[in-house]
C-alpha cells in the first residue's frame, strides 16, 4: 500500500528551527517529485516546497518560505525532508508530504496523486 508517513512536528518559539520527515513506501520512490504542502486553520492548504523526482538540486520554494526552508531527499532511504529555519508564527500550521509521479513541481494540489496525514507544526512567541 502507498503511503507516506511524515514527523519531526512539534512546538518553536518564533526564530527556531524544525525539521521534518517523510518516509515513502512508495516504489520506486525515485521517480516521484515530493513536496510539502501547508495548511494554516481556516485556510486551503497551500503550496510550500518541491523536490523533482530527475535531480534532486532541481527545487522550487514558495516566496513565503524561500531562504528559510530547505527541501531535499535521500533516495536511499525513500525519505524527503523540509529544514525549518527562522520560523515565524505564520508558519504555523499542518504540513503535509505529497508525491506526483514524474512531476515537474507543481504547486496545484490536485497533481499530487499521494498524501501523507500530515503533521503539526506550531510556532509561539
Known amino acids: 500500500q502507498v503511503q507516506l508517513v511524515e514527523s519531526g512536528g512539534g512546538l518553536v518559539q518564533t526564530g527556531g528551527s524544525l525539521r521534518l520527515s517523510c518516509a515513502a513506501s512508495i516504489r520506486p520512490f525515485s521517480t516521484y517529485t515530493m513536496a510539502w504542502f501547508r495548511q494554516a486553520e481556516g485556510k486551503e492548504r497551500e503550496f510550500v516546497a518541491a523536490?523533482?523526482?530527475?535531480?534532486?538540486?532541481?527545487?522550487n520554494y514558495s516566496n513565503l518560505v524561500k531562504g528559510r526552508f530547505t527541501i531535499s531527499r535521500d533516495n536511499a532511504r525513500n525519505t524527503v525532508y523540509l529544514q525549518m529555519n527562522s520560523l515565524k508564527l505564520d508558519d504555523t500550521a499542518i504540513y503535509y508530504c505529497?508525491?506526483?509521479?514524474?512531476?515537474?513541481?507543481?504547486?496545484?494540489?490536485?497533481?499530487?496523486?499521494?498524501w501523507g496525514q500530515g503533521t503539526q507544526v506550531t510556532v509561539s512567541s
Open positions: 505529497a508525491a506526483d509521479e514524474y512531476g515537474l513541481g507543481s504547486v496545484l494540489t490536485q497533481m499530487y496523486e499521494v
Open positions: 523536490v523533482r523526482y530527475s535531480n534532486a538540486n532541481m527545487t
